[in-house]
T-cell receptor, first 113, second 114 residues
Framework: AQSVSQHNHHVILSEAASLELGCNYSYGGTVNLFWYVQYPGQHLQLLLKYFSGDPLVKGIKGFEAEFIKSKFSFNLRKPSVQWSDTAEYFCAGRNQAGTALIFGKGTTLSVSS | DTAVSQTPKYLVTQMGNDKSIKCEQNLGHDTMYWYKQDSKKFLKIMFSYNNKELIINETVPNRFSPKSPDKAHLNLHINSLELGDSAVYFC?????????????FGPGTRLTVL
């Protein structure tokens, strides 16, 4: 069955630390992958997406992700986090039928100032 | 100028009641979705509608019924509410041309069943 898994449940960092959140997907074929962020009390916002082409994807707010097909991974990175990055981060993949997103269980990022 | 809007934002009700959550998108998208986010923040697809046709229905009890009067609206009606229905429900929309387009999410409706 198709699935998306996120390795880290809760990550705690100090400001200016580097961030990497893991994401793996389990299906083959056409792969469309996304990272969404959910700030406290708010809706999901798209950080970045991968459809094809350059495996290194740049997103908003200084985030980037790298699609590594051989590892079935799409890890999210940011070189220097800020307190305002405190949020839930969700990795998601489009299902094979293209009819819905399959989400990982999310990672809570807490950044202390 | 809100892209995807939902009402109400909060909904508190008693077990056994029937309630509806409304969703509207002004993006001109042809597909709309309902997702459920449980207490552990896990998001799971419930329904999607494309051009007024239900195209998926993922193991959702038949107490839940999506209703789409037009392609800009996808309302969620829930009959005989149960405690386990307490969650945050998110509406989303996308343009289903190809498979790669992103989904835009509404602000969510927090449903609490007492």
């Amino acid at each position: 069955a198709q699935s998306v898994s996120q390795h880290n449940h809760h990550v705690i960092l100090s400001e200016a630390a580097s961030l990497e959140l893991g994401c793996n997907y389990s299906y083959g074929g056409t792969v469309n992958l996304f990272w969404y962020v959910q700030y406290p009390g708010q809706h999901l916002q798209l950080l970045l997406k991968y459809f094809s082409g350059d495996p290194l994807v740049k997103g908003i707010k200084g985030f980037e992700a790298e699609f590594i097909k051989s590892k079935f991974s799409f890890n999210l990175r940011k070189p220097s986090v800020q307190w305002s990055d405190t949020a839930e981060y969700f990795c998601a993949g489009r299902n094979q039928a293209g009819t819905a997103l399959i989400f990982g269980k999310g990672t809570t990022l807490s950044v202390s100032s | 100028d809100t892209a995807v809007s939902q009402t109400p934002k909060y909904l508190v009700t008693q077990m056994g009641n029937d309630k509806s959550i409304k969703c509207e998108q002004n993006l001109g998208h042809d597909t709309m979705y309902w997702y459920k986010q449980d207490s552990k923040k896990f998001l799971k697809i419930m329904f999607s509608y494309n051009n007024k046709e239900l195209i998926i229905n993922e193991t959702v009890p038949n107490r839940f019924s999506p209703k789409s009067p037009d392609k800009a609206h996808l309302n969620l009606h829930i009959n005989s509410l149960e405690l386990g229905d307490s969650a945050v429900y998110f509406c989303a929309s996308s343009q289903r041309t190809g498979k790669g387009n992103e989904q835009f999410f509404g602000p969510g409706t927090r449903l609490t069943v007492l």
